[in-house]
């Protein structure tokens, strides 16, 4: 009885390894092209990038980074990103718990306006932020009586960059908190846990490694973000300049070495966060793709 | 305690997940809801444990009103179908969960929930095991660590959700074994899912037989099983054959057959049979041959099969679209010569459930209903 079906089922898989080897060199092409373009656009800049911040020497090369106004720069980078990267966090774990463990009106909707960021041009975000809070702005005279200044100013690049930065989170939180599904939080409230002990003894242990991974991009996109930031800021050096923008003055300046030093903080940024990033998806995959072992 | 549910009925979203639904669990029962998806077991038992609110009724925990009560000051133990063990906790930290949470006022110290802790271990048979993660056991260690932590709590009521469903059979059939030693050690109060007759007939001492949002049957599992209450119990629990029968003068005659089938009436009872069409449900072992043709229904065998003690037999009978499936003992069956594919038989009910045709009026089947009152119809049971 058995051996028909076994008969049966032999050709059909020696069929399929028979196109698994023709298409051997499909597959080479196919590799080879990604090679090529990711040499060409990725690698072949990110020598460069060193290579001109070293042209005139190590010495050169820390002399720019300690350069006042790139002090200044940096200070105000890191800065931004204290401010907007918590936030952001919060903002994340309460957009993604609230779509991933609730029903209500307005989900979908909540779920496309997260998304928004990524959809619109950067420029058109920091535009907005002027037409808002601009001198000629809807709020602009009103702040401007009460002495606040938002427009070219620190709290300007703040809110630009928060826009930006804040599908992050939410958007590598809410697959990961849907496959989890609400079991283990109800088990901890019929067990006698409250709200708060549920999402500080269950739900953040369980998605720590993928809030951890949001973060670090979120992170990455607020110390390196244009755009937006460029539109608010001004562009006062010592004042309004955080390191993207620096280089571009920087560079603007005909003062390329300074303008690569300085660019290549960011890219060394860049290659730690994927390094992290690497080791995250290594070390914690299973969870980061939402897997529902136990 | 004792659990009481008074007409309950839940809506989702417009769509009626439990019709107006009635129970009394009494005080150190095992009870088991059981029902194919979509009967409302899982809706009624997330009802009792305050994981889900009723739209109309209420339940009565020990005579006090709990309905608005939420699942934290319920004290329910509710073991999940999947357990939802904490994946980052160990064994230990699982089991003391409920005790930790607790208000400082009311929480025991270190030392008595650890003492807690390991009595659980060794009630549920996991000594040793405390200090590993849920992913290094297997599913039957993980299903007792997930009721050794809802029995840390000394829950008012034990709640399970299809305890056993995510087990392969083997272990399945030990646990069950082993759950009703330990209901009979600790005396909980216990509720459980399941949509395997076979499970809740053995486990429980009462079974509530659930379809379509409304309690068929509630019994004990001698009780549904050999008694049952509608057409949908006698299908459900184990399998029968139906038969299209006519009702006349008191005589119950297959349809197109001149001679009666049947003279003693079902469930015992004695009461006038009403003219009319209805069907009768007769489980595969409970027809016998017979020699004489007085009440026998005659057929030609068209299959014979033997396995695990049993001799299975289908029969064909003159006007009947489905074959008749008939079951008995096989060293009985070998005594019977005559047992040969093509052989014309004579069969005989010995047991049977006589209910009113469903694909009649409901007029019809509620007439019927009222001179026996036994036979409880189900109206929208008919489609």
């Known amino acids: 009885m058995d051996n028909p079906t076994h008969y049966d089922g032999h050709p059909g898989a020696k069929l399929r390894r028979g196109s698994l080897q023709e298409s051997r060199l499909v597959t080479g092409l196919l590799i080879g092209t990604a090679l090529i373009f990711l040499a060409l656009l990725l690698f072949l800049p990110l020598i460069i990038v060193f290579t001109e911040a070293l042209r005139e020497g190590w010495g050169r090369f820390f002399e720019a980074w300690g350069e006042a106004d790139a002090i200044a720069a940096m200070k105000l980078t890191v800065l931004v990103a204290a401010i907007s990267v918590p936030l952001n966090m919060v903002f994340g774990v309460c957009a993604a718990w609230a779509i991933a463990k609730f029903e209500f009106k307005g989900k979908s909707l909540l779920t496309t306006l997260i998304d928004l960021p990524f959809s619109v041009s950067p420029v058109i975000s920091g535009l907005i932020y002027i037409l808002l809070f601009g001198a000629q702005g809807l709020l602009g005279p009103w702040l401007h009586r009460h002495g606040i200044e938002i427009i070219f100013a620190v709290p300007g690049i703040v809110l630009a960059t928060i826009f930006v930065t804040f599908p992050f989170v939410a958007r590598e939180l809410i697959p990961l908190m849907q496959e989890q599904g609400t079991e283990e939080e109800e088990a901890a409230i019929s067990l006698g846990a409250g709200g708060w002990q549920s999402f500080w003894l269950v739900t953040l242990p369980n998605i720590k490694w993928g809030l951890l991974y949001g973060v670090l991009l979120c992170n990455a996109r607020a110390m390196g973000e244009f755009g937006a930031v460029s539109v608010v800021s001004g562009h006062i050096r010592g004042l309004t300049n955080t390191l993207p923008l620096h280089v571009e003055i920087l560079y603007n300046e005909y003062n390329f070495m300074a303008a690569f030093a300085i660019a290549s903080l960011l890219a060394l940024l860049a290659l730690v966060t994927l390094g992290l990033k690497t080791a995250l998806e290594w070390r914690h995959g299973a969870e980061l793709a939402a897997n529902k072992t136990h | ?366 007439e019927i209903s009222q001179i026996h009152p036994h036979l409880r119809v189900i109206q929208d049971g008919a489609g």
């Open chain 2, 1 to 366: 305690m004792d659990v009481s549910i008074k007409n309950i009925r839940k809506e989702f979203q417009g769509a009626i997940a439990l019709k107006d639904v009635s129970l009394d669990i009494r005080s150190g029962e095992l009870i088991a809801l059981l029902g194919p998806s979509g009967s409302g077991k899982t809706t009624l038992l997330r009802l009792i444990a305050g994981l889900e609110f009723s739209t109309r009724g209420s339940i009565y925990f020990g005579g006090e009103d709990a309905s608005a009560k939420s699942v934290r000051d319920r004290h329910i133990g509710f073991v999940f179908q999947h357990y939802a063990l904490f994946k980052h906790m160990t064994v230990f930290d699982n089991i003391a969960f409920g005790l930790k949470v607790r208000k400082k006022a009311v929480r025991p110290d270190k030392m008595l929930i650890a003492k807690k802790v390991y009595e659980l271990l060794e009630l549920v048979q996991l000594q040793g095991l405390e200090k590993r993660y849920p992913s290094q056991l297997s599913g039957g260690q993980r299903q007792r660590v997930a009721l050794a932590r809802a029995l840390a709590i000394d829950p008012t009521v034990l709640l399970l959700d299809e305890p056993f469903g995510a087990l392969d059979a083997q272990v399945r059939k030990d646990l069950r074994r082993w759950l009703r030693a330990l209901h009979a050690q600790t005396k909980h109060t216990t509720v459980f899912v399941t949509h395997d007759q076979e499970e809740a007939l053995e486990l429980a001492d009462r079974v509530v037989v659930m379809s379509a949002g409304a309690i068929e049957q509630v019994g004990t599992p001698n009780e549904v099983y050999d008694h049952p209450a509608t057409p949908f119990v006698y299908e459900f629990l184990g399998s029968a054959n139906v038969l299209p029968v006519h009702v006349r003068d008191g005589h119950i005659r297959l349809e197109g057959f001149e001679t009666t089938i049947a003279t003693h009436h079902p469930n015992g009872s004695h009461q006038t049979l009403v003219d009319g069409r209805g069907e009768l449900f007769v489980r595969p072992h409970d027809f016998e041959l017979c020699d004489e043709r007085h009440h026998a229904i005659p057929g030609i065998i068209r299959m014979i099969r033997s396995f695990s003690g049993m001799t299975r037999l289908e029969i064909a009978v003159t006007g009947l679209e489905r074959l008749i499936t008939v079951e008995m003992q096989r060293n009985h069956a070998k005594e019977s010569a005559a047992l040969a594919v093509g052989a014309r038989i004579l069969i005989r009910p010995r047991q049977f459930g006589l209910f009113p045709s469903r694909s009649d009026s409901a007029a019809k089947s509620a």
